[in-house]
């Protein structure tokens, strides 16, 4: 499994290092994470594990509910994306992120033609009901790509050629844009000599139902056995509070198993929590 767990020691370091320069202002907490080598041994080897896997798990890292040292952590990885977005779980949500009911299997900002390479999810709190709620799930691209080469070799080539239209009102909840942005483009692409993939469905319906346009029954049935397939592939896993889940985010789709709330007597909410953020491809 693509879990690294770091030791009781060197969670200790991190912890120790973390509380010290959580008072430094960014760029200086920046300048030593870059050099500090606790933390770039962390890196090296989530770095080598998504080489080779697309997506790690890093467990006891010894930091939690710290934006300052995450974001100086993701800067490791590539050019930052520009914040970590605080995401809890509401009745009322306006976006999928804190939708309590589960997430479909989605690249982030897919509408986004250069969407960022890398995605970076921490548990800040879990889910108030238990470990049978809020499973993140992740099927690497690759192993999509295999499967159907021996056993659909139609529906890969609809994936390659087939353009599906996306609709979003800026790019994120955070972009502070409402511009629409429409793309159409096929789920498979290459990408530098390797496979990337581009899909998130509730942007392809948002199309549809914006336009008043029907989708086809050729185009639900490709999207149907696409989704199927990707289920088959997916493997998942629970985060605990302070696991950090990573994701090449042009070789894998990412979802969220449904979560729960809970209602205090004050009426405020209780609810999973994260932090979630992104890189760009570095150079």
Same mark, same amino acid.
């Given at each position: 499994?693509?879990? $690294? ?17 959580s ?8 300048a030593?994470? !870059?050099?500090?080598?606790h933390?770039? $041994? ?13 997506f790690?798990c ?14 100086a952590?993701?800067?490791l990885?590539? *050019? ?6 605080? =995401? ?7 976006y999928?992120?804190?939708n ?5 299997? &989605? ?9 960022p390479k ?27 790509? #295999?499967?159907?080469? $021996? &056993?659909?070799?139609?529906l ?6 087939? *353009? ?24 498979f692409?290459y ?6 993939v581009? %899909?998130? +469905? ?6 549809y139902?914006k336009?008043?346009i029907?989708?086809?029954? #050729?185009?639900? $049935?490709i ?7 990707? !289920?088959? +592939?997916?493997? &998942? ?14 070789? =894998?789709? &990412?979802?969220?198993?449904? =979560? =729960? ?7 405020? +909410?209780?609810? *999973?929590e994260? %932090?979630v953020?992104f ?5």
């Open positions: 499994m693509a879990i $690294l767990s770091i030791s009781n020691k060197l969670n200790a370091q991190i912890a120790s290092l973390a509380n010290r320069i008072v430094f202002v960014q760029p200086e907490i920046d030593f994470i !870059q050099q500090d080598k933390f770039l $041994l962390i890196y090296q080897s989530a770095e080598k594990i998504l080489g080779n896997n697309c790690v890093i467990r006891n890292i010894g930091f939690n509910r710290n934006k300052a040292i995450l974001e952590f993701i800067k990885f590539g *050019r930052f994306y520009g914040v970590v977005e605080y =995401t809890g779980i509401k009745v009322d949500c306006v999928t992120g804190c309590y009911n589960s997430l479909t299997l &989605h690249n982030d900002d897919a509408i986004d033609l250069n969407n890398y995605t970076f999810i921490q548990v800040l709190s879990e889910d108030p009901n238990g470990s049978a709620f809020g499973w993140n799930g992740v099927v690497r691209i690759d192993d999509v790509f #295999e499967y159907l080469s $021996l &056993h659909d070799k139609d890969l080539d609809e994936l390659f050629s087939h *353009r599906f239209p996306m609709l979003s009102y800026g790019i994120s909840a955070y972009s502070g844009s409402c511009e629409e942005i429409v793309l159409q483009e096929p789920i692409t990408h530098n000599d390797k496979l990337k581009r %899909f998130d +469905l509730s942007r392809i319906k948002h199309f139902f336009k008043e029907k989708m086809s029954d #050729e185009e639900k $049935l999207l149907d056995k696409f989704l199927s397939i990707c !289920q088959q +592939l997916r493997k &998942h896993y629970y985060l605990c509070s302070g696991d950090i889940l990573i994701v090449d985010n042009h070789r =894998t789709l &990412h979802d969220r198993e449904e =979560t =729960t709330i809970e209602l205090d007597e004050d009426g405020s +909410l209780i609810s *999973r994260i %932090f953020s890189a760009y491809e570095k150079g």
